[in-house]
């Protein structure tokens, strides 16, 4: 069994953008520059998009970090992303999910300059990602086809089973790993709340990717030796026992679960780590292409 260490992952994928970023100072050239939107205090979306600024800091990126109230309307949000969409200074930015209720979150991912748009969400970027063209990847998808090519997990032929089928990972990663290339070619089942026995599904995967936000909810009897097990998931469980108060757990039974596979990714260090990673690379490749453009 082999981890697939996101952490450390990520910090070679840092290192490698910290490098590109000294070469552009070196030259005179502007660096990234990443904009967050968070609406509201939600615990779990403050301690990311936090992460995220002290990645770009890391970096040597420019970062913008815009805190709106939960009472914030729908048109003031909008109002705020067309200012960020008008500021040729910012080369990247995100608006921070979940919303609050008052809000359309298809609305506010529509508004987003597809340019900018560097978590990958707006329509024109999943159909350009739909069609294999260039464009920005989700950044959770993009961190753990990232994992695989950088460990060398063959994919081609292979059966993969997606379990979750969200816009932001299910369904691009059922996309993905049946695009042509690697990592890619494999097979690929897509599945959800009504698919039927799917542990007769799983069972026959030879990769298993899981983004479903349910703890410990892929059990040993649901992988058959030397699977591929991605973890996606990320819960926070109640834990008197830690400083905080809870601790990560992921959609599956690490323990017993990794004694079957022949890679799987730990929670937390595995898929987390590489989608900040993933983000600052987005945002790298916005810039280049803001740079070109002009």
Partial sequence: MHILDGKQTAEDIKNEIAAEVAA?????????????????NDGASLTYVNS?????????????LIRMPSTTSETELLKKINQLN???????????????????TQEVINAIDPSKDVDGFH????????LDMSTFIPATPFGILELLERYNVETKG?????????????RPMSILMGRKGFPGNSTVTLTHSYTKNIAQIT?????????LGVPNYLKAEM????AVVIDVGITRIADDTTEKGYRITGDVDFENVSKKTSYITPVPGGVGPMTIAML???TLLAREQRRLVK
């Fill in 158 to 170: 292979k059966h993969t089973v997606v379990i979750g089928r969200s816009h932001i990972v299910g």
């Fill in 203 to 211: 069972t026959q995967a030879d990769i298993i990717i899981t983004a």
């Fill in 223 to 226: 992988v058959k030796d030397g």
């Fill in 280 to 282: 600052l690379k987005n």
């Fill in 123 to 130: 329509p024109e970027n999943f159909g350009k990602m739909a």
């Fill in 24 to 40: 552009m100072k070196a030259k005179g050239e502007k660096v990234p520059h990443l904009a967050a939107i968070i609406v509201g």
């Fill in 86 to 104: 008008a500021d040729d200074n910012i080369d990247g930015f995100i608006v921070q999910l979940p919303l609050p209720d008052q809000i359309d």
């Fill in 52 to 64: 995220k600024v002290k990645a770009c800091e890391r970096v040597g990126f420019e970062s913008t």
